[in-house]
């Protein structure tokens, strides 16, 4: 089993939540590896921010992609190789703010992906402006005076839009976490991870988080009372909310077909579009 790790520098603040997200991962590939989903079987994305970071601290293949975009790279990755397992890894600021749009309809189309959202409630990267996830009163270089908007809660927006495996994980609960990931690659269809990220630099939620968060040992039988558990604040639920087993997009789009194995040479492709052509 490889250990995942890479050469590369590691410039996450000292004790940021994003370490215990990293080892989650490693730990989740070596089960997965054990189970026939080889690294090569992999590929990874993830969108701009500190979060991000973890592409150059895994050696999986992939490639970055942009603020907000991974969740949509991911679902070309796959739609191109549907053998391919994929993961995109997100920040609070980049999935529900401007990758939102691509992260609902991935759960709207029930895409065979798995996304992790790093939820620190803050940009880090930039320095700590608030996000969709930061609470009332937030403040920052943006809302000095404190934030006077209520955020999101991402496991009811994903409930909502139809994402069939929809977990909340901490690093904190590493093993557990571990075990998300685990789950979340296994499942067929659109996966959902919101990972409780404290920022130890911009929004330091260690204590909130190791006070009022809680595993939950069942998954909610019912999407209303998926719905209500994810709503409940204190104590804040850890677990699985929702999984449940429903055709994919691509197994629906194209059965049988993965363009990568069945790509054409040069020569039959110019044919092909030359008869296109000839009797257009
Ligand atoms: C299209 C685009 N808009 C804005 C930015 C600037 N930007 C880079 S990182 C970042 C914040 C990322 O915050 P988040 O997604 O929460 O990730 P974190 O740094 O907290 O892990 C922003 C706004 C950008 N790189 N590209
Ligand atoms: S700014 Fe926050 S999220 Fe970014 S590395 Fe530092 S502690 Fe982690
Ligand atoms: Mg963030």
């Given at each position: 089993?490889?250990?995942?790790?890479?050469?590369?520098?590691?410039?996450?603040?000292?004790?940021?939540?994003?370490?215990?997200?990293?080892?989650?991962?490693?730990?989740?590939?070596?089960?997965?590896?054990?189970?026939?989903?080889?690294?090569?079987?992999?590929a990874?994305?993830?969108?701009?921010?500190?979060h991000?970071?973890?592409?150059?601290?895994?050696?999986?293949?992939?490639?970055?992609?942009?603020?907000?975009?991974?969740?949509?790279?991911?679902?070309?990755?796959?739609?191109a190789?549907?053998?391919?397992?994929?993961?995109?890894?997100?920040?609070?600021?980049?999935?529900?703010?401007?990758?939102?749009?691509?992260?609902?309809?991935?759960?709207?189309?029930?895409?065979?992906?798995?996304?992790?959202?790093?939820?620190?409630?803050?940009?880090?990267?930039?320095?700590?402006?608030?996000?969709?996830?930061?609470?009332?009163?937030?403040?920052?270089?943006?809302?000095?005076?404190?934030?006077?908007?209520?955020?999101?809660?991402?496991?009811?927006?994903?409930?909502e839009?139809?994402?069939?495996?929809?977990?909340?994980?901490?690093?904190?609960?590493?093993?557990?976490?571990?075990?998300?990931?685990?789950?979340?690659?296994?499942?067929?269809?659109?996966?959902?991870?919101?990972?409780?990220?404290?920022?130890?630099?911009?929004?330091?939620?260690?204590?909130?988080?190791?006070?009022?968060?809680?595993?939950m040992d069942?998954?909610?039988?019912?999407?209303?009372e998926?719905?209500?558990?994810?709503?409940?604040e204190?104590?804040?639920?850890?677990g699985?909310?929702?999984?449940?087993?429903?055709?994919?997009?691509?197994?629906?789009?194209?059965?049988?077909?993965?363009?990568?194995?069945?790509r054409?040479?040069?020569?039959?492709?110019?044919?092909?579009?030359?008869?296109?052509?000839?009797?257009r």
């Amino acid at each position: 089993m490889r250990n995942l790790k890479t050469p590369a520098e590691n410039t996450w603040c000292p004790g940021c939540g994003n370490f215990g997200i990293l080892s989650a991962v490693r730990k989740a590939v070596a089960r997965l590896e054990d189970e026939g989903v080889t690294a090569s079987r992999l590929a990874i994305s993830a969108g701009i921010g500190c979060h991000a970071k973890i592409f150059d601290y895994l050696a999986l293949s992939g490639f970055y992609s942009i603020h907000g975009r991974e969740m949509a790279t991911v679902q070309g990755m796959k739609l191109a190789n549907p053998d391919l397992s994929v993961i995109a890894f997100a920040g609070d600021g980049d999935a529900y703010g401007e990758g939102l749009v691509h992260l609902l309809f991935a759960a709207k189309r029930n895409a065979d992906i798995t996304v992790v959202v790093h939820d620190n409630g803050v940009y880090g990267l930039t320095t700590g402006q608030f996000t969709p996830t930061s609470p009332e009163g937030f403040k920052g270089p943006s809302t000095p005076g404190g934030n006077v908007e209520r955020p999101f809660n991402p496991l009811a927006l994903m409930l909502e839009a139809g994402a069939t495996f929809v977990a909340r994980g901490y690093p904190g609960s590493l093993d557990h976490l571990a075990d998300l990931i685990v789950r979340a690659v296994r499942h067929r269809g659109c996966s959902f991870i919101d990972v409780l990220q404290p920022c130890v630099t911009y929004n330091d939620t260690y204590d909130r988080y190791n006070e009022h968060a809680g595993l939950m040992d069942d998954t909610p039988a019912t999407l209303d009372e998926a719905l209500a558990r994810a709503r409940q604040e204190d104590p804040l639920l850890l677990g699985v909310f929702r999984d449940e087993d429903k055709p994919t997009f691509h197994e629906k789009l194209m059965p049988d077909r993965n363009p990568v194995r069945d790509r054409l040479d040069r020569a039959s492709r110019i044919r092909r579009m030359t008869t296109l052509y000839n009797n257009r």
